[in-house]
């Protein structure tokens, strides 16, 4: 079974079949010692610009800031959920800690 | 499909880019023929719509002003209505305040604006909200027999137009109101520019006080003159590639070109046409003309419009009389319509202050009935969203101020009242990061009980936006504020960027971001301290733009001190999450979204985590 994933209205949230799954504002513990100093980066996700899927994880490239240090940028393509048997999960993103799938693309793209 | 290999947004079989989903909807419906589906879904309800076809069909709603109210809202809708020039003629003003008594109601209350009310945004548009899809057709029907519309209201094509709201009556230097009526007459409903790229934002300026906001507009017909063939001609110089979306604010740039006013439609349309062949419908983030200005150059803009778009040799650019700005220039004057003003023809204008854009449906109905008594029964929305009475006699004025309304809405408003501006922010709005016009609303209370302004100080503009998109135009405002968050006491909660002596005028200057992360409840404080720093620091009769200007960014930072006061905010926690903020049970898990058309819930609950 396929899974429809899409960025929308301006990379405000992620679509996953046509239902609103991820959003701008949230906060996320990021392991990225490439991002900035902080042991763990305090990340608020403001924006979206592309979704993968990356074996089982849904991944957004996000931007955002860092609200401990002030840092700001794309930490790298983010897991925020799962396919499991055909259906997306999100993860328990309040309460994990997450780490970009590979490297960072690059610097500040906002 | 995505790919997780590349960045390009679509992949198809051959590892090829390809164009966005949006693009892919837009080029199968879009435009006038999407109404057709739109009245059938109503017709069934909202579970007519595919489950699968949710994300096309609310993109495509847009182009005729419905926007998807954000996560927890399901099926409830942020209906837009374009007033051109902000104009309602006599009578249209009663009916946008029926139609939010009876359709505008959602399932919960605004603790200070109740339900049912009506937005004027800062493009002189009205915004609606809780609008139910079922209830679409007799919405339609009745603002389309009152020469109301939302076509185009949103979407990627031309928005409402934009312009000193007094176009035709107040003083000008040229008449923009004709131009302004057949650009939206042309553009409106025209198959050839009804699938842009992305927005397109036209400003159209006559009155030498710069009130159109050009410079933050995609397009800009600005007020100039020129000596062709030995007399002074008229008309506009065309700035293209302004905007403030996306931490990239752009001031529109001059493409040395004039235009007569019988010629604007000609070259609108033409830079319109530019943009729509040349604009990136790969990238949506890279699409709005301002990066195609960035990347292409005025000078070949000028040439690509006059080669491929325009029929006729272009002029180049006239005198401008942007000296004569004194709109959000910066100085002593207000230059935002408010108060009382003549007209061209003796009769005379009354702009009311409205707090934050929003007012009741009851207030609304008010106004029009006091339109009607005292004026010719037109109301006028300012950029500023505010609302002017135009055409009262000079002897209706003492008893049209007299009117218990103006009390709510004055005419003569504290100057932190009459500078605060808000966007939607996370009340309903999908992009927002915080709330935002209800603090706006207690942040303007809250200075204007406890702060003095600095002697002479009697226009100072704080506008609030939610995010980056920038509807509430934070850039251009003395203090600006934007969405973010950051922790306090080790929790997450809202909070402020705070950026420093933005505005327009002759030289327009967006703000300086120098404060970081403000915890919302400290803003007040900040400001407060600031205005205490410009007061003891302030050369001579120093305005607060000039002493921001003399200061680099090192020592702005130094004059944001957030603190603490007795200021309250009960918006501190993460607004976003809760299905509606002022709700009393306000988790997701509380929302009666989706509803059917009678309101009551539709389960629709996805299957989770």
Known sequence: MSVALRILDDGAWLSVNDQRRVSVSELWRVYAPEFCECALVDFIAEGFTNVSADGRDVAVTTYGQCIACGESGVPGRLPVGYIHKGEYRNYDRENIVMQPIGGRPGGNQQ | ?609
């Open chain 2, 1 to 609: 499909m995505v790919d997780a290999e590349t960045d390009c947004l679509q992949v198809g079989p051959l590892g090829e880019c390809m164009p966005t989903d949006v693009e892919n909807w837009k080029s199968e419906v879009y435009g006038n023929e999407i109404r057709e589906h739109l009245m059938e879904f109503a017709e069934e309800g909202w579970e007519s719509i595919p489950e699968d076809e949710h994300d096309a069909w609310f993109e495509r709603f847009k182009w005729w002003g419905l926007y998807h109210q954000r996560n927890g809202q399901e099926s409830y809708f942020m209906m837009r209505i374009g007033t051109p020039n902000g104009v309602l003629k006599p009578g249209q003003t009663e009916v946008v305040a029926e139609i939010a008594d009876e359709y505008a109601r959602g399932p919960a209350q605004n603790p200070e604006f109740g339900d049912g009310y009506v937005d004027w945004t800062t493009r002189q548009s009205i915004q609606l909200h809780w609008i139910k899809l079922e209830d679409i057709p007799e919405i339609f029907d009745k603002l389309e027999a009152n020469g109301l519309s939302t076509q185009q209201a949103c979407g990627d094509s031309w928005r409402n137009i934009v312009g000193n709201p007094m176009a035709g009556k107040a003083p000008e230097f040229v008449d923009a109101w004709p131009v302004i009526k057949e650009l939206n007459e042309t553009f409106k409903g025209d198959d050839d520019h009804a699938n842009l790229p992305r927005k397109w934002k036209v400003s159209v300026t006559g009155s030498p006080d710069g009130s159109g906001q050009g410079d933050i507009n995609d397009l800009a017909l600005e007020p100039a003159y020129k000596e062709i063939d030995g007399e002074e001609v008229r008309g506009f110089n065309v700035r293209v590639g302004g905007g403030l979306s996306r931490k990239e604010p752009r001031l529109a740039r001059d493409i040395d070109v004039f235009v007569r006013p019988e010629n604007a439609a000609d070259v609108a349309g033409g830079i319109s046409a530019l943009f729509r062949e040349h604009g990136d419908r790969e990238d949506r983030y890279n699409a709005r003309i301002k990066f195609l200005v960035d990347e292409w150059g005025t000078e070949k803009m000028r040439r690509v419009l006059q080669e491929e778009f325009v029929d006729f040799e272009l002029e180049s650019a006239g005198e401008d009389i942007r000296e004569q700005y004194t709109y959000n220039a910066g100085g002593e004057e207000h230059g935002d319509l408010i108060g009382v003003h003549e007209q061209r023809d003796g009769n005379y204008y009354v702009g009311l202050n409205v707090l934050v854009g929003r007012m009741g449906a009851d207030d609304t109905l008010e106004l029009a009935a006091i339109a009607e008594k005292y004026g010719s029964g037109e109301v006028r929305i300012s950029q500023r969203q505010n609302v002017m009475i135009t055409d009262i006699p000079e002897a209706a004025l003492d008893d049209l101020l007299d009117e218990p309304l103006l009390a709510d809405y004055s005419p003569d408003p504290h100057p932190f009242m009459r500078g605060s501006v808000a966007c939607t922010g996370t009340e309903f709005c999908s992009l927002s990061i915080v709330e935002t016009k209800n603090r706006q609303v207690r942040y303007a209370r809250w200075l204007k009980e406890n702060v003095e302004l600095p002697d002479g100080v009697a226009d100072f503009h704080i506008h609030l936006s939610g995010c980056t998109a920038s509807c509430a135009q934070p850039q251009i405002a003395d203090i600006s504020l934007r969405g973010m968050k950051t922790r306090k006491n080790g929790e997450p909660v809202e909070a402020l960027d705070i950026g420093l002596g933005g505005g327009l005028g002759e030289n327009p200057q967006f703000a300086d971001w120098v404060g970081q992360r403000v915890p919302a409840d400290e803003v007040p404080g900040a400001i407060e301290n600031l205005l205490a720093t410009f007061e003891a620091n302030r050369e001579g009769g120093e305005t607060f733009r000039e002493f921001i200007a003399r200061h680099d960014e090192a020592e702005l930072e130094a004059f944001i001190e957030p603190e603490e006061t007795s200021y309250t905010d009960p918006y501190m926690h993460n607004t976003k999450m809760t299905w509606y903020p002022y709700a009393e049970e306000d988790g997701m898990d509380a929302s009666p979204a989706p509803t059917d058309g009678e309101g009551n819930s539709i389960d629709a609950t996805p299957a989770d985590d």
